[in-house]
């Protein structure tokens, strides 16, 4: 077993925790978010703030697919296990 189903679903549970974190952060970011100009300081202060919440965004993108990748891997092995005892 590469990883227990408590220790995965705990995984997933902070990693949809972090989403919808993540999304509530963008939607009130853009409900504050002046009309942008890219000649103001504080207009690239916004777009710097978005453009983290976007790299944030990929980082639960790229968990999200690793934590799919140990779960197709506990699966693998147990129908290895499976065959074995066959």
Not at 10 to 36: F, N, Q
Not at 45 to 51: D, G, M, P, V
């Amino acid at each position: 077993m590469i990883i227990d189903r408590e220790t995965f679903t705990d995984i997933a549970k902070h990693l949809e925790t972090a989403s919808e974190g993540l999304l509530t952060a963008a939607t009130g970011v853009a409900t504050l978010c002046p009309d942008m100009d890219p000649g103001e300081p504080a207009s690239l202060r916004w777009l710097a703030l978005i453009e983290s919440l976007v790299s944030v965004n990929g980082e639960i993108t790229s968990l999200e697919s690793v934590l799919r990748a140990v779960l197709e891997a506990n699966r693998e092995e147990v129908v290895a296990a499976a065959r074995a005892r066959s």
